[in-house]
């Protein structure tokens, strides 16, 4: 099969080649799947170059959000498993009712690395393989799952976000920011966006911001406190950090909550607590990838919930590009210089 592979570490467009490797083979509890699409994400960048906090052994293949069709399975794992509701087996299944998915089954989720989702197959944790959304296809359901999930578990799980406020989201016409402006929205929320340049300005309007700051052109912390009465934003929602962060600590409103979500900007910001104090605001960290392992079913109840509102039409994943399989690394690379809005999805097919 085709599969891009790194075997040193580097920006992607260098780092990454196209090659003809063996197809990977499902163990116990494991979905060998066709890759329908490959969502791309700021994380597969910091793979290529080593600075994740995942690093596969070399050579591996990146990718690590996938839409997938099961080819066959490893045989249950140890101890057997259920789906429960919310997950495979549950409500939206598209397969059988078994609790695991079925050779046929459209599913998402992430890869099993080194085995990513850059390839025509992959593997994956049939525990953590999700009915695909029927209402989306194939590239918005591939990238319904990391973006979304992380915006959803930050508004809603450790932000508490409520109907009324305002929520000031950066980035907003990226991957996770356009994810977090749907959701915002769905919630009640007044969304600001903060963007740069006018091209991804008006990609944040058409997702339904409230209003939209091109920091560029705006002191996006004047904006804000404009745009409030001086109040402030209520949640921010930062996968930026450095500029972003110490921006928005300053239009905080009394009792808000900064959420930081990553890194994008390359920055990694050291918060003033005693200006966190003096506000009276709360830094609330957010890794959802550790949802899995602690509370799993928290997940697949969030899929659900996700699945009921694309159903509902009312959050959409923004796909932008869809680009074949030898366009990956070109995608990934324009990805990590923070060139592109939405998602691009990479269609081995």
Request: hydrophobic share 45%.
């Amino acid at each position: 099969m085709k599969a891009w592979q790194v075997a040193e570490p580097g920006e992607p467009r260098g780092a990454m080649r196209l090659a003809e490797t063996a197809r990977p083979e499902p163990g116990p509890g494991q979905l060998l799947v066709r890759v329908r699409a490959a969502a791309v994400n700021f994380p597969d960048a910091l793979m290529c170059r080593g600075q994740y906090q995942v690093r596969p052994p070399l050579p591996f293949t990146p990718g690590v959000e996938l839409c997938g069709e099961v080819v066959a399975a490893g045989g249950p794992a140890e101890g057997g498993r259920s789906g429960g509701p919310g997950g495979p087996g549950g409500p939206g299944r598209e397969g059988a009712g078994d609790g695991v998915p079925a050779v046929g089954d459209r599913v998402i989720g992430t890869p099993l690395l080194p085995h990513g989702a850059y390839a025509e197959y992959a593997l994956m944790d049939a525990a953590a393989a999700f009915p695909a959304p029927p209402a989306l296809d194939d590239a918005e359901a591939a990238a319904l799952h990391i973006g979304y999930q992380t915006a959803w578990f930050g508004l809603h799980r450790r932000a508490a976000l409520r109907p009324g406020e305002t929520l000031l989201v950066h980035a907003a016409a990226g991957g996770v920011g356009s994810a977090a402006v749907q959701l915002g929205k769905a919630a009640g929320a007044t969304v600001i966006g903060v963007v740069g340049g006018p091209e991804k300005a008006a990609v944040a309007r058409a997702l339904g911001a409230d209003l939209v700051v091109d920091r560029r052109e705006q002191d996006f912390t004047a904006a804000v406190k404009e745009a409030t009465g001086g109040r402030g934003a209520d949640v921010v929602f930062d996968p930026v950090g450095g500029d972003a962060y110490t921006g928005s600590a300053r239009c905080t409103a009394f009792e808000g909550r900064i959420l930081v979500v990553g890194f994008a900007g390359g920055a990694v910001q050291a918060p003033a607590l005693n200006h966190a104090l003096i506000k009276n605001y709360s830094v609330l960290g957010l890794h959802w990838g550790l949802y899995n392992t602690h509370d799993p079913q928290a997940v697949h109840r969030a899929h659900a919930e996700l699945t009921g509102l694309a159903a509902k039409g009312v959050v959409r994943p923004l796909v932008s590009e869809r680009v074949p399989l030898d366009g990956a690394a070109d995608a990934v690379q324009r990805v990590a210089d923070g060139t592109t809005t939405g998602r691009i999805a990479v269609l081995p097919g």
